[in-house]
């Protein structure tokens, strides 16, 4: 259809190397269209919009959490933890750090809510939450490429050389360790909870998730569309040697009025995609999970075979939630691991996994607190 094409011709190089020029045929666009997709799943990025190449970790994260909790569900507390503290460090030390020291640091903290709950906003003193946030922003906010450039970057650069492996990349430890520390600080701080289930950034987590996949198409047509359309109906395409002419972008008062434009554009589809979009994929997903235990549903209650977590407790009842707890607590108390993985991730794949560990919340040992 075309729709790339003023992208191919911009002179941002991230926006027109992936400008993918139309195909001959409606055929051969739904086949390389097909061909994309299913590569998200094996090799990571397609031709199509490399900013999905997280899409296969979101799905590995899921099935480790998953086979983690199930494989972890009899064991006492302390053992619980001490498992899971050796899962981030073995995780740390053979430089899994785009998944496996980021599920495994939300599973540790998920077990903070589990032991303290409501009391976590109480539990340390005030200043104290408030400064672990701005440790975690600070580490948060080591630069991806030249850190040797700044002087506190190039300590945290070269004191983090001596505990990861080699040709690994010393960034994606530094910001997963960071937001780490930012979500200790959110998990204490009464203040920052109520700050952020307000009901402008309930929304905006939302629909976060639709932002994130729609957002690199949107910016390479809408956005540039409008950034670009008066440079391209006054430049020629090709000069005369037959080289391809980009336009160069408008001066800075123009975002002023196009970029309002284009993120209202960018919301209002995303929050289209969760009112269409996404009851379809559950409606989907629900048909194939019936279709799968169909023979079990229509066997009699006694012949159906104990959950394995009914060897743990009966089902327990459903929490009680403390008068003066605000939603991200309940939200914490009632997702636990599998939903902080989310959180942390912002991918939305392992959320139903939590329904098959109704009695996750009664290992609840003597010695906890």
Same mark, same amino acid.
């Given at each position: 259809?075309?729709?790339?094409?003023?992208?191919?011709?911009?002179?941002?190089?991230?926006?027109?190397?992936?400008?993918?020029?139309?195909?001959?045929?409606?055929?051969?666009?739904?086949?390389?269209?097909?061909r994309a997709l299913t590569l998200y799943w094996n090799t990571g990025p397609g031709e199509y919009d490399g900013t999905h190449?997280?899409?296969?970790?979101?799905?590995?994260?899921?099935?480790?959490?998953?086979?983690?909790?199930?494989?972890?569900?009899?064991?006492?507390?302390?053992?619980?933890?001490?498992?899971?503290?050796?899962?981030?460090?073995?995780?740390?030390?053979?430089?899994?750090?785009?998944?496996?020291?980021?599920?495994?640091?939300?599973?540790?903290?998920?077990?903070?809510?589990?032991?303290?709950?409501?009391?976590?906003?109480?539990?340390?003193?005030?200043?104290?939450?408030?400064?672990?946030?701005?440790?975690?922003?600070? *580490?948060?906010?080591? =630069?991806?490429?030249?850190?040797?450039?700044?002087?506190?970057? &190039?300590? @945290?650069?070269?004191?983090? $050389? /001596?505990?990861?492996?080699?040709?690994?990349?010393?960034?994606?430890?530094?910001?997963?360790?960071?937001?780490?520390?930012?979500?200790?600080?959110?998990?204490?701080?009464?203040?920052?909870?109520?700050?952020?289930?307000?009901?402008?950034?309930?929304?905006?987590?939302?629909?976060?998730?639709?932002?994130?996949?729609?957002?690199?198409?949107?910016?390479?047509?809408?956005?540039?569309?409008?950034?670009?359309?008066?440079?391209?109906?006054?430049?020629?395409?090709?000069?005369?040697?037959?080289?391809?002419?980009?336009?160069?972008?408008?001066?800075?008062?123009?975002?002023?009025?196009?970029?309002?434009?284009?993120?209202?554009?960018?919301?209002?589809?995303?929050?289209?995609?969760? *009112?269409?979009?996404? =009851?379809?994929?559950?409606?989907?997903?629900?048909?194939?999970? &019936?279709? @799968?235990?169909?023979?079990? $549903? /229509?066997?009699?209650?006694?012949?159906?075979?104990?959950?394995?977590?009914?060897?743990?407790?009966?089902?327990?009842?459903?929490?009680?939630?403390?008068?003066?707890?605000?939603?991200?607590?309940?939200?914490?108390?009632?997702?636990?691991?599998?939903?902080?993985?989310?959180?942390?991730?912002?991918?939305?794949?392992?959320?139903?996994?939590?329904?098959?560990?109704?009695?996750?919340?009664?290992?609840?040992?003597?010695?906890?607190?």
């Amino acid at each position: 259809m075309g729709a790339f094409h003023m992208a191919s011709r911009v002179n941002a190089t991230w926006i027109r190397v992936q400008a993918h020029p139309p195909d001959s045929s409606w055929g051969e666009a739904l086949i390389k269209l097909f061909r994309a997709l299913t590569l998200y799943w094996n090799t990571g990025p397609g031709e199509y919009d490399g900013t999905h190449w997280t899409l296969v970790y979101f799905l590995q994260g899921s099935f480790r959490i998953y086979l983690a909790l199930l494989a972890m569900m009899l064991l006492k507390t302390r053992y619980w933890r001490l498992v899971t503290l050796f899962l981030y460090v073995w995780c740390w030390s053979i430089g899994d750090y785009i998944v496996g020291i980021n599920i495994f640091a939300g599973l540790m903290l998920a077990q903070l809510q589990v032991d303290l709950g409501s009391r976590a906003t109480s539990f340390l003193p005030k200043p104290v939450p408030s400064l672990i946030i701005i440790m975690g922003l600070f *580490i948060w906010s080591f =630069p991806q490429h030249n850190a040797e450039w700044m002087y506190w970057s &190039r300590i @945290m650069k070269h004191f983090l $050389e /001596q505990i990861i492996p080699n040709n690994t990349d010393i960034s994606r430890y530094w910001v997963s360790i960071g937001t780490s520390v930012l979500m200790v600080g959110i998990f204490f701080s009464r203040n920052a909870r109520k700050v952020l289930t307000n009901p402008v950034f309930n929304f905006l987590g939302r629909v976060s998730f639709p932002v994130y996949l729609l957002h690199n198409s949107l910016m390479r047509t809408i956005l540039v569309w409008m950034a670009y359309w008066h440079k391209a109906s006054t430049t020629p395409i090709r000069d005369a040697k037959g080289d391809l002419i980009q336009l160069s972008q408008p001066g800075g008062l123009a975002f002023v009025f196009i970029l309002p434009v284009f993120y209202t554009v960018l919301y209002a589809v995303a929050y289209s995609w969760t *009112i269409y979009v996404d =009851p379809v994929c559950a409606k989907a997903v629900d048909w194939m999970k &019936r279709m @799968m235990f169909k023979e079990e $549903e /229509q066997q009699p209650p006694s012949e159906k075979p104990a959950p394995l977590t009914a060897v743990l407790s009966p089902s327990p009842p459903p929490p009680i939630l403390h008068p003066q707890q605000t939603n991200l607590e309940s939200y914490f108390g009632l997702s636990y691991e599998i939903l902080l993985f989310d959180l942390m991730t912002r991918g939305r794949a392992t959320m139903p996994v939590a329904k098959y560990f109704p009695n996750a919340s009664s290992r609840a040992e003597p010695d906890r607190i």
